[in-house]
């Protein structure tokens, strides 16, 4: 079993910044890949991006790539998503997310992952 616990959502202007932290515990942080998902109302949920288990591999998805970054530190147990340049677009309530599978490399679809953190919300108002 994994919990994941989302935290530093809220309100920010378009152009603004955020930073999600999302802090795992339950088994070893270091052996799976994490990613964060999004979901807008009336909207199915997105992947955003995924880091892999050994930290030094990422993708994105193409609407984030250049503003958004991921990162890891495994001796916090914890995943970070840093958002830049912010749009009203970006609004979503952010999912992280755990791959324990590791079933393939990158993960970009919600059924690879099978723990999933409540959720934190972000608006970006224009």
């Known amino acids: 079993q994994v919990q994941l616990v989302e935290s530093g959502g809220g309100l920010v202007q378009a152009g603004g910044s955020l930073r999600l932290s999302c802090a795992a515990s339950?088994?070893?942080?270091?052996?799976?890949?994490m990613g964060w998902f999004r979901q807008a109302p009336g909207k199915e949920r997105e992947f955003v991006t995924t880091?892999?288990?050994?930290?030094?591999?990422?993708a994105y998805a193409d609407s984030v790539k250049g503003r958004f970054t991921i990162s890891r530190d495994n001796a916090k147990n914890t995943v970070y998503l840093e958002m830049n340049s912010l749009k009203p677009e970006d609004t979503a309530v952010y999912y992280c997310?755990?791959?324990?599978?590791?079933?393939?490399?990158?993960?970009?679809?919600?059924?690879?992952?099978?723990?999933w953190g409540q959720g934190t919300q972000v608006t970006v108002s224009s």
């Open positions: 997310a755990a791959d324990l599978g590791g079933s393939r490399w990158p993960a970009l679809t919600a059924a690879e992952y099978e723990y």
């Open positions: 339950g088994r070893t942080f270091s052996s799976y890949s």
């Open positions: 880091i892999s288990w050994w930290g030094s591999s990422t």
